[in-house]
């Protein structure tokens, strides 16, 4: 079965898909927006954009369609393109957000920087008025044995305690060590068991149905385990991301499941050009 990877989503893209027409500021209107949620845009497509000018890109966003951003850390993204955001304080950037009127609760920190400085990483999300601390893996082995299962479970969940006693939600994403296998079971399937549902959420990456992970199915099976989603369309037909409501996904199904799941908030995470094209069917979705 055809492997992609979140990186690799962002090179293919940009030339699968011919979009037509960006979305103008007057054209925005509040409609719709599945489940009542603002539109939410996660920020790593637009890194380059956000190393040279922060605010700029924050603001085209916005005009995009955009009512919602997810962050990523100045620290453990610092190569991506995201080191010229510590240049503000945690304060100073929420006043940012707040004046171009995007909503900001979310954002992705590595594990290595929560391993080396919790309490600091904490201390700049409550600064910046996040409510939710994702991480991409837990970084463990590409082929695991239980065990090794066991104590990244383990060290989340403490993570997920000292994260909890600050009002911070812990979220995992799925990549990598998530999408592994053990003993003929699914590792993410086991992470699901492992993690305590209190202490970390799941925030679920909708393009891996390229390897078989069909978000309706793993919000309606484990409901209230979830807390985000990272949206992107998804071509059967192509094997290919595509723009949102032009793929074959059944949208309203996932949203409805999403419910189930405990999803507070979604963003688009495609190339530009495809998350731009995006907004309108995602304005008018009706769940």
């Known amino acids: 079965?055809?492997?992609?990877s979140r990186r690799e989503f962002f090179k293919s893209a940009a030339t699968d898909a011919a979009v037509a027409g960006f979305i103008s500021a007057g054209a925005l209107e509040l409609r719709a927006n599945p489940l009542?949620?603002?539109?939410?845009?996660q920020t790593y497509p637009v890194r380059t954009m956000v190393a040279q000018d922060f605010p700029g890109t924050i603001k085209q966003l916005a005009e995009?369609?955009?009512?919602?951003?997810?962050?990523?850390?100045?620290?453990g993204y610092a190569d991506s393109g995201f080191s010229g955001i510590a240049k503000y304080k945690g304060a100073e950037l929420r006043r940012i957000l707040g004046d171009l009127g995007v909503k900001c609760e979310s954002s992705h920190f590595d594990m290595k920087e929560l391993r080396e400085n919790l309490?600091?990483?904490?201390?700049?999300?409550?600064?910046?008025g996040l409510t939710q601390m994702m991480v991409p893996s837990l970084d463990g082995p590409r082929n695991p044995t239980m065990d090794d299962v066991k104590r990244a479970a383990d060290e989340y969940n403490k993570i997920g305690e000292q994260?909890?006693?600050a009002g911070i939600q812990q979220g995992l994403h799925n990549e990598g060590f998530e999408l592994s296998m053990v003993d003929g079971k699914r590792t993410y399937d086991l992470l699901l068991d492992l993690l305590d549902p209190k202490l970390v959420k799941f925030q679920f990456q909708i393009s891996t149905i390229s390897r078989g992970y069909d978000a309706a199915e793993y919000f309606t099976k484990y409901p209230?385990?979830?807390?985000?989603?990272?949206?992107q369309g998804w071509s059967a037909r192509t094997k290919k991301i595509a723009v949102?409501?032009?793929?074959?996904?059944?949208?309203k199904k996932i949203f409805m499941a999403a419910k189930t799941g405990g999803i507070r908030n979604y963003?688009?995470?495609?190339?530009?050009?495809?998350?731009?094209?995006?907004?309108?069917?995602?304005?008018?979705?009706q769940v």
Not at 1 to 4: A, E, G, S, T
Not at 275 to 282: C, E, I
Request: negative net charge; hydrophobic residues 50%.
């Open 64 to 75: 995009a369609g955009f009512q919602a951003i997810e962050l990523c850390s100045p620290v």
């Open 224 to 231: 209230g385990h979830f807390v985000s989603m990272h949206v």
């Open 267 to 285: 963003f688009v995470e495609m190339n530009l050009d495809l998350m731009k094209a995006s907004v309108p069917y995602l304005r008018d979705l």
């Open 1 to 4: 079965m055809l492997v992609i």
């Open 244 to 251: 949102v409501g032009r793929d074959t996904l059944d949208w």
């Open 36 to 41: 009542g949620m603002p539109i939410g845009c």
């Open 119 to 128: 309490a600091g990483r904490i201390a700049w999300a409550k600064d910046v």
């Open 163 to 165: 994260s909890a006693k």
